[in-house]
């Protein structure tokens, strides 16, 4: 059985940095592309950031502030991200990328406020 474990989040101040991380457990991460997404209270989950084959690819509004990265010998997905802004604010999870709905964890909150 999977498990995913997302960490990370916290309360920061727009224009700071946060570093999220995502260890999987019970799969193989190198045989999937995978995605970091979020969830704002009262919004449908967006897709933040995906990587595959070292390719990477980014929503929009975080393009040039987020940099996603994998490490597949140790099964972790990592968002560093930069220059956040209060819509930045929500609950990020990592996943494969089509999502599997047995691969979401619990997220990490993020919360950009001063």
């Known amino acids: 059985q999977v498990q995913v474990v997302e960490s990370g989040g916290g309360l920061v101040q727009p224009g700071g940095s946060l570093k999220l991380s995502c260890v999987v457990s019970g799969g193989l991460l190198g045989f999937y592309a995978m995605a970091w997404y979020r969830q704002a209270p009262g919004k449908q989950r967006e897709l933040v950031a995906t990587?595959?084959?070292?390719?990477?690819d980014y929503a929009a509004s975080v393009s040039g502030r987020f940099t996603i990265s994998r490490d597949d010998a140790k099964n972790t997905v990592s968002l560093q991200m930069n220059s956040l802004k209060p819509e930045d604010s929500a609950v990020y999870y990592c996943n494969r990328n089509p999502s599997s709905q047995s691969w979401w964890g619990q997220g990490t909150q993020v919360t950009v406020s001063s």
């Open positions: 990587i595959r084959n070292g390719n990477t």
